[in-house]
Each structure stands twice: as C-alpha cells, then as structure tokens.
C-alpha cells in the first residue's frame, strides 16, 4: 500500500493568530495591496503563469473578478474535442500496431500544449490526474486512457460527488484498479481499497478492513475487455446482488447507493480529505487546518461542487497571505511552461511538435511522466521533486526551454516589448534586470544575486556602449540578451518557488 | 596576406548607424555559441547527472593528474590599442597617424631602444628586466571579423575566421586532460574563470570544464563560506523555509564549493593589491587559490574597457596601468618569500582585435587587426617575438597585416608550457600550426616521464586473427582511456573509460566489433595524467 504520509500542518510559528476568518473575501489594503505581485500569484498558482498583457488586464480587476474571469471559462470549456482514435480498439491498431505510440506521443503533447494555452484548466486536470490516478502504460488500451483524460478535464470543476462515482466505471480505472476482475463471488478489494483511503476519505480515515470487502462487492459488475480495448459496460450477472454491510449499515448497495453512502455516512472525512489535498496543491504544502476546516464546510453545503469552493479559496484573505506568495516548490510542468507562457508564447501560434516532445521527456527526467505517474498514489511531490541531481538538470532543463524563446521570432520580440514596457524603454541595464527579474521570479534577489544577474544581461557587450547610451533594447542582441538573464535566473533557488 | 584596404563601415561610434549595422553583424552569428547555449550560468558544472555528486576513487587519482605549471589567461575585453601599448620609438608615421593620442618618447619607459610602454605601466619594468615578461606583436588572424563577438569566438575557439566552432582550445585540451570529466568529474574545477560571462575558451563538446563566477563577490561568498547561497539569514515563513531547503540543495549539488573554500583559506594574498583595479581583485583570488593548491590548471579573468573608440589617451593609459599595477602584484605575491611560485604560473593576455593604426576624430580609435599579447611568469626570460605593425601603408584605412596567428601561440603553449604531446596539440587545434620555440620553457619533467603510465605497444594478435592487442601498465591505479580516432583525429570509438587498477594490461581490439572498417586509425591512451597517440593499420 503506498504512502501518502501524514498531513503536516503549518508551523505555529508562521501562523501568527489571523484576525476574523481566514476565507473572508480578500480586500486589498495598503499593507497588503492588489497589485502585479498578486496577480501574478493568482496566475501561477491557478494556472501556469502569465504574460505582462494577462498581468496587467488582471490589475484592472478586483481580485474577486480576476478569479470569476479565470475559473469561469475554464469551467464551462468541458472536455477536450476527442482525437479521430478516441473510440480505437485493438482491432483498429492492428494494421500498424505503432500507431498506439504515436497517439499517445500526441495526447501528450496535446496537453503539454494545453497547459500554455488552456492553462487554468488542464491545472486542474493535472491536480485530478494526480488525484484519480491512472497509468497509460499500465491502462494499455488509447482509448481507455483518453476516456479517462476526457473524464479529469469533464469534472475539473464540476462536482465532486459525480466525478468519484464516474471515476470508478471509467474503463481505464477499471483496468488500472483490477476493478473488471472485482466480479460477484470473487470480489477484488483493489479498487475499493484506494477509493476509500486514496480517492475520497484518506487512509485509516473512517472504515475498516471489513468495510472494504463490502465495499468491493457493491462495486461488482462493471467490466472493460482491455485485451480488445473495447467500451466498458455494466454486466448485472457479474454484480453481487446480496445484502452488504458498510459502516454499520446494511442493504444491498448498488454502485451508484454504495457511493452516495461514502458521501453521507462520511462527509466529513471526505470534505476534510479533498479539502486538504486542494489547499496542498494550490496553496501551501503544510495545511492551515483553519482554512481546510472551512472549505471543507463550502464543499458540503455547495453539495460538492467544485466551482464555488475553489472560488472561496482563491478569493480569500488567505490565499493572498504575503507568506504564501512563492512558498510552493514547483513540479517540473511548473518549472518549464511558464518560461514560455510568461514570454508570451500562448499567443503565438502553434510551437514546434519537437519543443513539446523535449519538453515531455524532460518532465519525465525530472521525475514527472505524463500519464505515468509512479503509482496509485501518485507524485509525492514537494520536496520529493528537489534533489541535487533534479535540481541540476532543472538547471539544465530550463536554459534549453529558454533558449527556445530565441528560436521564435515572434517570441524574440516579445522579450523585447516586455522589457520595453516593464521599463518605460529604458536603456539602463540595471533598471531592466531589475525589473525582468521582478517578473520572471516574483522576488526579490540578494544584492550579489542581483549583481550577477546584472552582468548576465550585459552579456559581454563592452561597459562603453551602456555608458555611452549606444545601448538601448532596440539592439538586436536585447532578446538574447533576456534569454542569457534566464539563463541565470533559473539557476537561482527562487526560482524553483512559484 | 594583403592589407585590407576598405574602411570598415560601423567600426566607429561616430557613425550612428554604421555602428548600428557592425552591432546587427554580431547577432548574425549564432549569439548562443558566446554563452555556451545550455546556458552560461554561475554554475556550469551542474550539468552532470548523479554520479557526478559522489566522491569515488576515480575523482581522487583524477585530482593530481598531469604537471603543476598553471596558465592564467587575462582577457582584454574590447579590443585593445597595441600601438598605444607597445609603441616604436621614434616612428614618425606613428606620430603622423596619430596627433594627438601618440605618447611622446619621454613619457616611456624603455623595453629597449626600439619599443617602450607608457609610464603608467611602469609597474612591469622589474618583470621586464628580471626576465619575466615577454611581448608578442601583431598577433591576429587572417580575413579578420570586426565584430567583437564573432572575433571573440574566434580567438576563444581558435577557429578560422569562417568556421564556427562551438568549442573552445581550452576546453578541448581539458577534456584531453580531464578524460572521464562527465563520468567521473575531478573534485577540484579544471578551470575557474572570474568575472566573466562568456567561456567559449572553455566549452568542450561534452562539458563546459570551466566554473565561471559572475562576478567576485559571488566568489567571496563561495570562498568565505564554502556555499554560493545563503541558508544562515533566513527566517521562518513558509517561503524562507523553501528557500532555504532549495539553497541548501543546490549549495551541494555546487560540487566545487568546499574544495574552493578550502584553498582560499590555506592561500594568502601576502602583499597589498592596489585598489579599486578590477583585474587586481580578480587576480588577488587567483593568487589565494594557487597558494593554496587549488590544483585548478587554467584561470581565466578579464577586464574590460578597451573598445576605446573616443578621447582614448588618458583613459587607455590608466586602463593599461590598472594592468600593470595587477599583474606585477599578482608575481610580487607569487615569488613572495623566495616560493618559487612564480615560475609555474604562466600569465597571458588577449584581445578579441587591434585598432586602427590612425586616430578618429573622436580622438579614439576604431576596431582593427592586430594586436599585441604579452607574457608573464618567472623563467621566461625576456624579448620580443613577431614583427611591429608596418606603419607606412599610403591608405590611411588600412590595418597593416598581422604578423603572428594566434593560433601558432596557442600551440606553443599547450605544447611547451602544458607538456602536452604535439599530436595532441594538433587534435586540440584542428590543425598543425608552426610552434615558436623557446615562447616558453618547455615542460619538465615532460609528459610521459613520470611513468605513472607507459604504453607498451600494439601488436596483432597470434592467437586471435584480426585482433590487435593494445598493451599498457599503470603503476598507480587510475582511470583510463582508450579511444579510437581517424587520421584527421576524430574520435571514433571508445574502446575503455573505466578505472583500472595497478598491473599490466591488453585491449584485444577487433575492428569488425567496432563497426569499423580496413583503413588507418589512430588509437589514443589517456591514464596516469599523459596521453599516448599511435597510428594502427586495420587489415
């Protein structure tokens, strides 16, 4: 049974006693004002960064209207349009078998590329992918696993309640759980097992050995024939259709019964369960058990709808707490997108399939697979990501996907405008590190960090011609210029914080 | 080689957009190329996958590997004015080009009846005369780029003028050096270059085998605390508490750290630097880490300041004084107390180019060709090599032609100062260029003569047809490399990069095994710190 350790709360000692209610609707104020540090947040954290444009159209907007703006297109989008093999069998495949490698190569690119262009929501599919864990490689069937990718896209902000019922039908979950082979008088407890401790109430958290066994035989029935890959379906002979016994209570569960049981005989270690998961994700990996008590309250009385309990904490004075601003430590689909995402790369057409295939290998050198993740539990994640040898290759990994920006003309001037506007076209290369390390990071630099980043934007072009004023970012070396910065910065400990 | 009698549009500041378009020349070429594409950061060696992080025995033998001697190379950023530099006494075309920047004969110092520097570099006189120091005039290339990047590139790879090359002499003679530098990487950095961004001198096709520093106080806090990053002031909000566990991280994965801290306490400066000298900080740190036996071969610093394209007299005089002032402060620390030290460090300068022989009328100068190195160490004696500048072109925009190709001065040195085999010399620059004997004193014990490695010889096998049997013994236990290269001196094939133990032994070499076909190869044995390189004929 894999670990998901326990959940470590926050140290008192960064806990100063918050006055009022910490998911109080955030009024910005002059201590703590709403400004392009926290829009930026908001984009990070949300999504996977921003453009200087997104910035400054989320400045002109309350905090309360910049989150509506982001969370409500996001979800009403719905599933992604399915690909031409979405409906694929093995029978489909059999003419050219390595056309099953080809498309999953595409879905994955697809939604690496999702994640610059769509970025809210395929955050939050990610969130649920690591969440309702599935493998492709162990799934096998394409069409199973995009049926699942659909799925974590179809509920990323829907309810929650429907979402862990469906999940359990889904074909690729029938597979990867043993949940086909969980039939009357040979139940497979697989399946039963993780949705209790992983999917919704959390380990050890509210039932019993006992329960899970009933449990398993509730869900009996549903069937997918992954060695045809064909549709998954509902066989009722298979279904156990006698009493069971589940948290004291007896009847004869259905699948859909024996759910709707775990959300009222358990609410609250549900609430409370995904409630934690949300906030270590979006917000901080030691959990403010203040803030999870009160949205696991949202998440009840709005009858598990995502939408309005995500809304509540994005909204709140919480989430905008000077000490949760760049405190969580990024996965590697963090580390890399942004680069391209703040160098304005979702609007400039579509990038090289290449770029994206690089980018998903090193995701998965980095230890983040693509629809791979290690195993039920999924990523452990947080520090888990951060050794001397990841951290090297981010290093690495980084300065290629910044040297990519050059690659572009488009993206090349980009860099340029950035500088141009965050600067008021300044050609004081102090004043302009400053302010694109101000925004590539979000913090502030030591002064010897500073210092050297200064010299790497100076990129050897002799001291004269900045004195002199020759220098100025109409300079055709400027954009290289930016992208030897990056090449700095992401070598910097900050920046691994988002 | 002929002059080149055109007027190099944009070489001048005067000509806005001239200079404009001399500028968009430099990012014609590939800009990466300067700053080593996967990004010239302050900590290149992080490149390296896992086991680069752990201490093995290979690391330990790797440290002590070849000679002591130690070059510093001194780069001259910008471009730097030789006829201000050295300058001919006593030519009157020089005071004809030049009005009002020439220097006159009494504000001199004598190298000799013929040539003298300006006072303000009178510091280097004592070297002068105590056979410390010698000059290398006109050193340039043919069909010269006056871009300052692209002739950059060119000295720092020792490319011809129209090739590419993305590695640089340095680099590639470490990687010779440094064979197993990816597997098994040294514990101490190859190269350590201060205050600078741009390390394609250091860039081989593997690694970059140079720790670059941006600038010195980030070297302070490496040396002073053993860690780039600092864990101490940090305090206790969730971001601080990541931050600090992500500093600590790449604190360790920056190998080099403690290994710098180390020496940098054993060395001390033992004489005063001048200050406010950027090239004296940077040099005093070099100083610090030879005294205390860093083991780091090559240096790199520079300075900056040369592209001199207006009112250039004082201000040149002052920068090459700032020179004078460092380097004679770095060889007074050296020599300090009699250690001798000072004859094994080999100091050179450099500059992407020259400047034009004529003054501009911003009473500056304009990019040109070439441009004077000099020499400094203890033993090296004193004199002149090359031929001055000839003076007496009619066209007043022409650079007279280079007289020594940086190139030739390169090989001498990897040659005679490094001890490195000539067909390893040529394998590292590309080409057979003519050596100047007696630049520097040839290496002694030269290569090979420490034994720690001997090859023994190739021949076919008797008892395996189509075999040939390389044979070599190592009288400490070491990494080793056996390679296979084409008669140009590619390599071909890796046939051993392990580390072996004390003993004898034979590579039986089957070329079929290898995918290669009859013909001529050379095979190429790194162990013990030397380098063997023979010729073999697959039947």
């Known amino acids: 049974m894999p670990e998901i350790g326990t959940i470590a709360e926050m140290p008192s000692a960064a806990s100063p006693a918050l006055i009022g209610n910490p998911l109080d609707p955030y009024v910005p104020t002059a201590a703590k004002p709403w400004n392009a540090r926290r829009v930026a947040h908001v984009y990070r954290r949300l999504g996977f960064g921003a453009s200087l444009a997104q910035i400054q159209e989320g400045l002109q907007m309350s905090p309360s209207d910049l989150i509506d703006h982001l969370l409500n297109p996001a979800s009403d989008l719905g599933p992604p349009d399915p690909p031409y093999w979405a409906g694929y069998t093995n029978a489909d495949y059999a003419a050219d078998p390595n056309m099953v490698f080809t498309h999953r190569d595409q879905l994955r690119r697809q939604w690496l590329s999702n994640m610059l262009t769509e970025g809210i929501q395929a955050k939050m599919a990610l969130f649920w992918h690591n969440h309702f864990v599935t493998a492709i490689n162990t799934v096998g069937c394409n069409s199973y696993f995009w049926d699942y990718f659909s799925m974590i896209h179809e509920y990323s902000f829907g309810n929650f309640r429907l979402f862990a019922r469906e999940m359990g039908k889904n074909p690729a979950m029938l597979v990867y759980l043993n949940g086909n082979l969980n039939v009357a008088g040979q139940p497979n407890e697989n399946y039963a097992r993780e949705l209790m401790e992983l999917f919704t109430m959390g380990e050890s958290n509210g039932y019993t050995q006992a329960d899970i066994v009933e449990m398993a035989r509730a869900l009996t029935g549903w069937q997918s024939k992954d060695y045809l890959c064909t549709p998954a379906y509902f066989d009722n002979t298979k279904h156990d259709n006698n009493a069971k016994t589940i948290f004291g209570q007896t009847a004869n569960y259905s699948f859909t019964t024996a759910h709707n049981l775990i959300f009222s005989a358990r609410s609250e270690q549900v609430s409370k369960f995904i409630s934690g998961k949300i906030y270590k994700n979006f917000v901080y990996q030691a959990i403010d058990p203040t803030v999870v008590a009160g949205l696991a309250d949202e998440l009840k009385s709005n009858n598990w709808e995502l939408l309005p309990t995500l809304k509540t904490l994005y909204k709140s004075e919480h989430f905008f707490d000077e000490r949760i601003i760049s405190a969580r430590i990024k996965n590697p689909v963090e580390t890399l997108i942004p680069i391209l995402k703040m160098a304005g790369a979702d609007t400039a057409g579509p990038l090289p399939d290449n770029w994206w295939d690089a980018i998903g290998y090193w995701t998965y050198l980095l230890g983040q697979e693509m629809f791979n993740p290690p195993n039920v539990a999924g990523w452990p994640g947080y520090h888990a990501w951060i050794n001397e040898s990841t951290l090297a290759s981010r290093w690495n990994f980084s300065s290629v996907t910044s040297y990519f920006l050059t690659q572009n003309d488009t993206l090349k001037e980009n860099l340029r405008s950035l500088a141009q506007a965050l600067t008021n076209d300044s050609n004081d290369p102090g004043l302009i590190t400053s302010a694109l390390v101000d925004f590539f990071t979000g913090q502030t630099l030591e002064p010897i960090h500073l210092q050297s980043a200064i010299i790497n934007f100076k990129a050897g072009i002799p001291e004269n011609y900045y004195q002199d004023g020759t220098w100025n970012l109409y300079w055709n070396e400027a954009p290289y210029q930016i992208v030897n910065l990056l090449y700095y910065l992401v070598k910097l400990p900050e920046f691994q914080l988002t | ?539």
Not at chain 2, 442 to 471: Q, Y
Not at chain 2, 526 to 535: D, I, L, N
Request: aromatic content about 10%; charged content about 15%.
């Open chain 2, 1 to 539: 080689m002929q002059h080149k009698n055109k007027q190099r549009p944009g070489a001048t500041l005067n000509d806005q957009n001239a200079h404009a378009k001399d500028h968009n020349l430099w990012s014609r070429r590939d800009f990466l190329s300067m700053t080593g594409l996967m990004g010239a950061g302050s900590l290149l060696l992080g490149n390296l996958p896992i086991s680069a992080f752990l201490p093995t025995p290979i690391m330990a033998s790797l440290a002590g590997g070849g000679n002591d001697r130690i070059l510093v190379l001194i780069r001259f950023d910008g471009g730097n004015d030789g006829l201000n530099t050295i300058i001919e006494r006593g030519n009157s075309n020089y005071y004809n080009l030049r009005p009002t920047l020439a220097i006159p004969d009494n504000n001199l110092w004598a190298l000799s009846n013929q040539y003298g520097m300006p006072l303000s570099t009178n510091a280097l006189q004592p070297l002068w005369e105590n056979g410390m120091m010698k000059i290398i005039f006109n050193v340039g290339y043919p069909e010269p780029n006056y871009s300052h990047f692209r002739s950059y590139d060119i000295i720092a790879s020792g490319s011809d003028s129209e090739t590419v090359v993305n590695t640089g002499w340095m680099g590639r003679f470490l990687d010779n050096e440094y064979a197993a530098f990816l597997e098994a990487p040294p514990t101490v950095p190859p190269a350590l270059q201060i205050g600078v961004q741009t390390n394609l001198v250091f860039k081989s096709d593997e690694a970059n085998m140079a720790l670059a520093v941006s600038s010195p106080q980030e070297f302070y806090q490496i040396a002073q605390t053993g860690q780039l990053y600092d864990t101490a002031t940090l305090g206790n909000t969730p971001r601080e508490l990541e931050l600090a566990f992500l500093r600590q991280t790449a604190n360790s994965a920056f190998r080099y750290a403690k290994t710098i801290k180390d020496s940098y306490s054993r060395g001390k400066n033992q004489i005063d630097y001048p200050t406010d000298n950027y090239l004296a900080e940077q040099l005093a740190i070099v100083a610090r880490l030879i005294k205390g036996n860093l083991g780091t071969k090559v240096y790199m610093v520079s300075i900056g300041g040369f592209d001199t394209h207006a009112q250039q007299l004082d201000y040149h005089k002052d920068l090459l004084g700032k020179v004078a002032n460092a380097v004679r402060a770095f060889y007074d620390d050296l020599s300090f107390g009699n250690s001798g030290l000072e004859q094994k460090v080999l100091g050179m300068t450099f500059s992407e180019f020259g400047r034009t022989i004529y003054e501009n009328a911003s009473n500056g100068t304009d990019h040109g060709w070439g441009t004077p190195m000099m020499l400094f160490g203890g033993g090296i004696g004193n004199g002149f090599t090359g031929q001055y500048q000839d003076l007496s072109s009619p066209d007043p925009y022409g650079d007279p032609v280079f007289s020594v190709d940086f190139r030739t001065v390169y090989s001498s040195i990897l040659q005679d100062w490094l001890g490195t085999d000539p067909n390893i010399v040529n394998f590292v620059m590309g080409q057979d260029n003519p050596r100047i004997t007696g630049l520097v004193p040839a290496a002694t014990p030269s290569l090979g003569d420490n034994n720690k490695c001997t090859l023994l010889g190739h021949n076919p096998s008797l008892a395996m047809p189509g075999v040939i049997e390389i044979k070599y013994a190592l009288k400490q236990e070491g990494p080793v490399r056996l390679q296979i290269l084409d008669t140009a001196g590619h390599t071909l094939r890796t046939l051993v990069n392990e580390f072996k133990p004390i003993g004898s032994h034979t590579f039986n070499f089957r070329a079929s095994d290898w995918y290669l076909s009859a013909g001529e190869y050379q095979y190429r044995l790194q162990a013990g710190g030397q380098v063997f390189q023979r010729g073999i004929r697959v039947g």
